[in-house]
């Protein structure tokens, strides 16, 4: 019969030396906010959806405590460039015109969301912007700012809606870098 390999207790031993010690670098990053506990990076992906605006309540209300980082992120989802029957001039043109108007509804939508932190005594969030496949941008933002937890809320779309548009949820939820939360109708 073959013997089940030693466990690692080099790991455990280090994990146990970082809780027991307030001056132990945490290799995620997080701080010290006193006692045991650490804070948390906490990315929230909003949109214009009621969902996602549910999503950020929740996580005001249940998940973000004092001393925690709070990330509020849009993505911007950006049309791939073609040319047009107008030519090369008309579809450039076009799509300046989209990204300046995805910006300026972006910046609105920001701007809600840190009035929604505002009313929940959550003060300065930062605030994020990505542009590209939402799916791609959320967790591409999720891992270079080391994320402890993303939340965001879900459509709520049945099996073959989400087989035919796909769900940046579940995306998220099998791609992202760290445990992803989403808030359901």
């Known amino acids: 019969m073959a013997e089940a ?5 080099k790991s455990v ?43 950020l309540r929740y996580a005001l209300d249940t998940v ?12 911007q989802f950006m049309p791939h460039s073609y040319v047009g029957p107008g030519g090369p001039g008309t579809t450039l043109r076009l799509v300046l ?6 910006e300026n509804s972006s910046k609105v939508l920001l701007d809600k969301a840190k009035r929604i932190c505002g009313d929940a005594n959550v003060h300065h969030p930062e ?18 700012i080391h994320a402890d937890l993303l939340v965001m809320g879900s ?11 796909g769900s940046v949820s579940d995306y998220c939820t099998h791609n ?9 109708k």
């Open 13 to 55: 031993k280090i994990a146990a030396a970082a809780i027991a010690s307030d001056e132990a670098a945490d290799p995620s990053g997080a701080v010290n906010v006193g006692g045991d506990r650490k804070a948390k990076k906490v990315i929230v992906a909003i949109d214009e959806s009621q969902e996602s605006i549910r999503a």
């Open 127 to 144: 605030l994020l912007m990505a542009t590209g496949d939402p799916r791609d941008s959320i967790c591409d933002a999720v891992e270079k």
């Open 155 to 165: 459509r709520g779309h049945g099996a073959i809606k989400r087989t035919f548009l």
């Open 64 to 75: 973000v405590q004092p001393g925690d980082g709070l990330v509020l992120l849009h993505s």
């Open 97 to 102: 015109a989209f990204s300046i108007e995805n």
């Open 5 to 9: 390999p030693p466990v690692k207790k």
């Open 176 to 184: 992202a870098k760290c445990p992803v939360l989403i808030v359901r």
